[in-house]
């Protein structure tokens, strides 16, 4: 097992940088994920730490080595893809066994690391079985299983769930995170799912653009966004966000005025709040719209109102009485609102915490 870090890696192809100067120190053990929307970086970077594409600059570190010259097959990691890569001539039990052939490791210990691996993926009673005869969620485990018969250094895993239906994911998902409390494995795993990353990671790194936006444990992230993108890109429904203006501790917009902010900040921001922050009331708050839209979840209801331009999303009790069109009122208070600042998008930190 071992440490990664990433010092300050970047990967350019002519003008273009994929992944621009990451820095990133993955403790042993840690389960880290690197989740943000298509095309940010992701992929190159798990590449990059594989060894699988070249970096134009910094270094990648594997415990105590600088491994940025090093073959992919002599850094010792195991990936998992989405498109899980099994040789469909194979049976499952020779699949699973394939890496400790093809790194001479002596033929005496296969049976047993193989029966070990598949049972704790629960693919035990499939082991004759070909792959073509699986369901997409068995062969994701026989992908997995694969990955982790060999104890390597540590796991990539791109995006593994993403060919699972809604029910699979949930559950792979879980004995994943089952895998790693028993392997204690470092391991590096990309998505583009926020429940996912919230769900499995230890930290989470935010990206848009190759460039790293916030790099936290899941609910530090949920709880402090940096910035707008990453508030609007982490939790269902996303935090609401309105742009106005801010002065004296009183944010204004033409949907929203909220006082008592503990910020000394003037000019232009964007106020942030989550949907279950807010309470709806029967007379008075801040806030009073139209019904846009209502979701019965089962154990709540989500819904959403139309304020001018903005829609805001709202949670409510399970029962709540809602129908389009009616008009809501809600409360916003200063102690529920993250502020943004309205140029940069940068979270502004209050001055004390609001009573
Ligand atoms: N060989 C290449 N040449 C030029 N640009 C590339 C190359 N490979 C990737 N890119 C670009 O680098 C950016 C990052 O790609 P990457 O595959 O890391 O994204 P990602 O975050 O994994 O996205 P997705 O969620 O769609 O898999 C993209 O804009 C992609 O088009
Ligand atoms: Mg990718």
Redesign the pocket.
């Known amino acids: 097992m071992a440490d990664i870090k990433l010092k300050g890696i970047t ?1 350019r ?2 003008d ?4 621009d100067n990451l820095n990133l120190d993955i403790a042993d053990r840690e389960f880290l994920v ?1 989740l ?12 990059m730490i594989a060894g699988l ?1 070249e970096v134009s600059s910094g270094e990648i570190w594997l415990g105590e080595r600088m491994v940025n010259n090093l073959e992919p097959k002599d850094r010792d990691i195991s990936m998992v893809f989405q498109s899980y890569g099994l040789y469909p001539t194979m049976s499952v039990y020779e699949n699973i066994r394939f890496p400790l052939r093809i790194r001479k490791v002596p033929a005496s210990e296969h049976k047993e690391r193989v029966l070990r691996a598949a049972e704790m993926v629960e693919l035990t009673q499939f082991l004759d079985r070909r792959p073509a005869a699986l369901s997409g969620g068995q062969r994701q485990r026989v992908a997995l299983a694969r990955a982790i018969v060999r104890a390597p250094n540590a796991f990539l895993m ?2 593994p769930l993403s060919n699972l239906d809604a029910k699979l994911r949930v559950s792979t998902r879980a004995q994943i995170a089952n895998l790693h409390h028993e392997l204690k494995t470092t391991t590096v795993y ?1 998505t ?1 799912d926020q429940v996912e990353a919230m769900t499995l990671a230890d930290r989470v790194v935010v ?1 848009k653009n ?1 460039i790293a936006q916030q790099i936290a444990p899941p609910m530090d992230i949920y709880n402090k966004p940096a910035n707008t993108f990453v508030a609007s890109f982490i939790g269902a429904p996303a935090m609401n966000l309105i742009e106005g203006h801010l002065e004296a501790g009183t944010f204004t917009s033409p949907v929203l005025t909220v006082s008592g902010l503990p910020h000394r900040h003037s000019g232009p921001v964007t106020l942030g709040f989550r949907a279950e922050d807010v309470a709806v009331v029967s007379e008075g708050g801040n806030l009073a719209a139209p019904v846009y839209s209502v979701e019965r979840l089962g154990d709540s209801t989500m819904f959403a109102i139309r304020a001018k331009d903005d829609l805001i999303s709202l949670k409510a009790d399970k029962a709540a009485s809602l129908a389009i069109g009616d008009v809501v009122r809600a409360a916003v208070t200063a102690k529920v609102s993250h502020i943004f600042d309205g140029t940069t998008g940068q979270r502004i930190e209050p001055l004390l915490i609001p009573a």
Request: proline fraction near 4%.
């Open positions: 990967r192809w002519n273009f940088i994929g992944v690197l943000g929307p298509s095309g940010c970086g992701k992929s190159t970077t798990m590449r594409e791109d995006e990309v583009h990206m190759g």
